[in-house]
């Protein structure tokens, strides 16, 4: 299969489109993937390729503050990461939008990413019943836990937190799927992550799944456990979840 890779702006978001050369002007189930922290959307274009491979229009868009939006890191700690999210969150609309108005879309959307991505894949869950399936690979459900552990460790080294930090990130609230478990409404979502993960601990996303794969709103999540492994994603992983996504794209879930 010819594989077309399209880089272009979406109401100035760069993005990579990764689509069946010869299934352009079809309307295909969409998948939006989202890179990693200090990375760029280039750097997973082989998931974009592997999804592509399965009949699916890819977008793979570089996230506020990376790739060809890089900026200087703030020196406040973590504001620059959280500011990133809050960016991909802010612009899904406009990037699931585009594809439907351009009848490039069936209307079918899943929403995948690593690390960063992992973590807004899972905020984006809260917001949007019309995603169909996602993907999180090394990502967090928990994100205001995981804000607070940065802290901690940030505080252990004697960086220095304003008190109302948190408040700054209060919009985390709202978009933290370990808060609002039951917005799942038993869509499919496959979880990978590494138990050596010294970026993301396992833990958190061990929690989440003990306490909600056994329910009705959590009957659609998958996880499957990387023995041994780091915060790093290898090929097969990349290959499960776009099998994920494949098993999944002819489900419509509606509510």
């Known amino acids: 299969m010819a594989t077309k890779v399209i880089k272009k702006e979406i109401n100035t978001i760069p993005i990579i489109e990764v689509v069946d050369a010869n299934r352009m002007d079809e309307m295909l ?15 997973v274009l082989t998931q974009g390729r592997k999804l592509a491979a399965r009949g699916f229009r890819v ?9 060809e939006r890089k ?6 700690p973590s504001v620059t ?3 990133s999210i809050q ?11 585009y594809f439907e108005a351009n009848k490039l879309s069936n209307g079918w959307v899943g929403v995948g990413g690593l690390s960063m991505g992992g973590i807004t894949t899972c905020a984006l869950l809260t917001h949007y ?21 940065g802290i901690e460790r940030a505080r252990e080294f004697h960086v220095d937190f304003s008190d109302s930090y948190p408040d700054l990130l209060s919009w985390q609230e709202k978009f933290d799927l370990s808060h609002k478990p039951e917005l799942l409404r038993g869509r499919p979502i ?7 993960d010294p970026k993301i601990p396992i833990d958190s996303v061990k929690r989440f799944v003990a306490d909600n794969q056994n329910t ?20 097969d992983t990349m290959e499960k979840a776009a099998e994920f996504f494949e098993q999944h794209k002819d489900t419509w879930v509606s509510f």
């Open 190 to 196: 496959y979880f990978w992550h590494g138990t050596e």
């Open 216 to 235: 009705e709103h959590g009957r659609g999540i998958v996880f499957e456990i990387g023995e041994g492994k780091g915060h790093l994603v290898h090929t």
């Open 59 to 67: 977008c793979l868009p570089d996230a506020p503050n990376h790739g």
């Open 29 to 43: 189930p969409l998948v939006i993937f989202y890179h990693g922290w200090q990375i760029s959307k280039d750097l």
């Open 81 to 83: 990461f959280w500011n």
């Open 129 to 149: 019943p019309d995603i169909q399936v996602a993907v999180c690979l090394m990502g967090e459900p928990a994100m205001v836990d995981y804000r607070n552990r």
């Open 71 to 76: 900026q200087t890191l703030s020196p406040i």
């Open 87 to 97: 960016g991909n969150l802010f612009e899904f609309e406009t990037l699931r939008n």
